[in-house]
């Protein structure tokens, strides 16, 4: 049992605290037999003092060891404060030593060479010297690369500029877009991000199967027996694809009437296209020449303009020489206007007495007072509402003249007060015109495009027309069907010769064997359309058999 450390105070003898053994061995051996529990403690016993030295010495090994793991964790810590720069600045002194340590190895074993191969002073100088020029063009080289890294470095911070004003830029955009753009946006930029994921995982299992297959090329390189059987595979791989082509080529052979019926069909596909080609092609020129015509009224509108202005330019000089001449000749024209204007008062006064005794035929209400409609006989009266009536019918119609009148001279100075405002305003009327000018000549210049490509539309269609008809011309098969048209159009026209002569005559006989005829013919060209199919077909059979 182990006592644990007294409270009282100490009395020369060592502290009993410290954890010992309850029978110590000394040189002597045990130091005999356990005493008894005694007032000062039941565990109190003799110790010897290399005992105590044992258990110092244990203890100091302890704390040195301790000592080393602290010293050990702070050198470690150390290293782990030591930032990034710091590491690259301790590298780079460390590369530099290891450099200048490098030359000072290398001219220590250029001199142990010199001095064991027994060289001539000379033989010294010369290697010295193209040393010194290799050295020369090292330290050329190692400035050229220091302005290329230096380069590089600015490309690199100008390719960083770029890149965080691209990415500012599309910020910019995408916050000026709207909610559904945005999403829209984003979206596509996931859908973006997924592909380039897909991609680049397509580009692995490329990679891991190019890296396959040069392994599985390695792996048959010692063995003859698998390299013969991988070349047997592939051929016939090659064989299966080939009888496969040849078989669909087999089964899409095309009969010639089939054969016939496309080229029919493409004819006349052409010929509409070529047609509607042409008409929009005329259309479009109409459009052009109209557009033209429209363009030369706007030009003589615009000359006319400046015409106009020129001339309203050389008006207003001429009324300023005349404003002069009138205010120098005012005083003189004066009296001799007043004059004027008496006798044309006078000349007024004698129409107004004029007009009065002609308009003593409109004065009604004085013709109705002075009569006394209820002594007038029955006539006098028809005869008085007659003149009546035409009276009211002429006043309708001199009313209709004047209010036509007022209004044709109502729009006549509407239009004089629109023209006079388009004079003052030349330059808005010009720019309007020069503005309807710029959009006619676009107009233009977009009917000119289209019947540009209209044209090469109709030129492309001619030549496949033309190559077409070349083929046809050139094809066998398509002569064969003509002439066979041709015999068809024989027999038909024969047919329709034998129907009138039936009318005629009546003589079945003759139908009968124009009828065996024809039918004998078709029977024939059938027979020959097989056996053409056979013999293709046997050499396409062959020409496989033998490939393979």
Do not use: C
């Amino acid at each position: 049992m182990q006592r644990k450390a007294s409270a009282r105070p100490s009395t020369g003898r060592p502290l009993s605290g410290l954890p010992t053994m309850a029978r110590p061995i000394t040189q002597q051996g045990l130091s005999g037999p356990r005493r008894l529990g005694t007032a000062q403690g039941s565990n109190r016993i003799h110790k010897d003092q290399r005992y105590y030295i044992s258990q110092i010495q244990s203890h100091i090994g302890l704390l040195q060891d301790e000592i080393i793991r602290l010293k050990k964790s702070i050198v470690e810590g150390k290293v782990a404060s030591v930032t990034k720069p710091e590491l690259k600045r301790i590298a780079e002194k460390l590369a530099r030593k290891f450099a200048e340590q490098q030359e000072l190895l290398n001219t220590y074993n250029n001199a142990l060479d010199f001095h064991m191969s027994y060289i001539t002073n000379d033989k010294i100088a010369q290697d010295t010297a193209k040393t010194r020029e290799r050295n020369r063009q090292l330290m050329d080289e190692l400035e050229n690369v220091q302005i290329y890294k230096l380069k590089r470095e600015e490309n690199l911070k100008q390719l960083k500029k770029e890149f965080d004003e691209e990415e500012q830029f599309t910020k910019k955009i995408i916050e000026t877009l709207s909610t559904d753009e945005r999403e829209k946006y984003l979206e596509l930029y996931e859908q973006n991000k997924k592909y380039v994921e897909k991609i680049n995982e397509q580009q692995k299992s490329l990679k891991n199967v190019k890296e396959k297959i040069e392994n599985d090329q390695k792996m048959l390189i010692p063995s003859k027996q698998k390299q013969t059987k991988l070349t047997l595979l592939k051929n016939y791989e090659r064989a299966k694809r080939q009888h496969e082509t040849l078989s669909k080529q087999v089964n899409e052979i095309i009969n010639p009437e089939n054969q016939k019926e496309i080229l029919l069909q493409q004819v006349k596909k052409d010929k509409a296209d070529i047609e509607v080609l042409s008409k929009t092609k005329t259309l479009l020129d109409e459009e052009l020449k109209e557009k033209q015509g429209r363009l030369q009224i706007m030009e003589e509108e615009l000359d006319n303009t400046n015409n106009k202005r020129l001339e309203k330019h050389k008006e207003l000089r001429q009324r300023e020489v005349v404003m002069n001449e009138f205010i120098d000749t005012f005083e003189e024209k004066r009296s001799r206007v007043m004059k004027n204007i008496q006798k044309e008062q006078d000349k007024i006064i004698e129409s107004l007495d004029a007009m009065l005794i002609s308009i003593a035929d409109f004065e009604i209400n004085d013709m109705n007072a002075n009569t006394d409609f209820r002594k007038m006989p029955l006539e006098e009266l028809k005869k008085h509402y007659e003149v009546l009536s035409a009276r009211i019918a002429r006043l309708n119609m001199i009313n209709e003249k004047d209010d036509n009148e007022i209004k044709q001279l109502t729009q006549e100075k509407e239009k004089t007060e629109t023209n006079l405002d388009d004079l003052n305003d030349i330059d808005k009327k010009k720019a309007t015109i020069e503005s309807e000018l710029k959009n006619v000549k676009q107009e233009i210049a977009n009917i000119k495009n289209k019947l540009n490509a209209t044209v090469s539309a109709v030129s492309e269609a001619e030549k496949k027309k033309s190559s077409l008809e070349e083929q046809l011309s050139k094809s066998q098969e398509y002569k064969k069907i003509v002439k066979i048209e041709q015999r068809i159009e024989n027999i038909e026209k024969e047919l329709n010769e034998l129907q009138n002569e039936i009318e005629g005559d009546e003589s079945e006989t003759i139908v009968k064997n124009r009828l065996d005829e024809v039918s004998n013919l078709i029977e024939k060209y059938n027979e020959e359309l097989k056996k053409r199919l056979k013999k293709k077909i046997n050499l396409v059979q062959n020409k496989f058999w033998s490939s393979n």
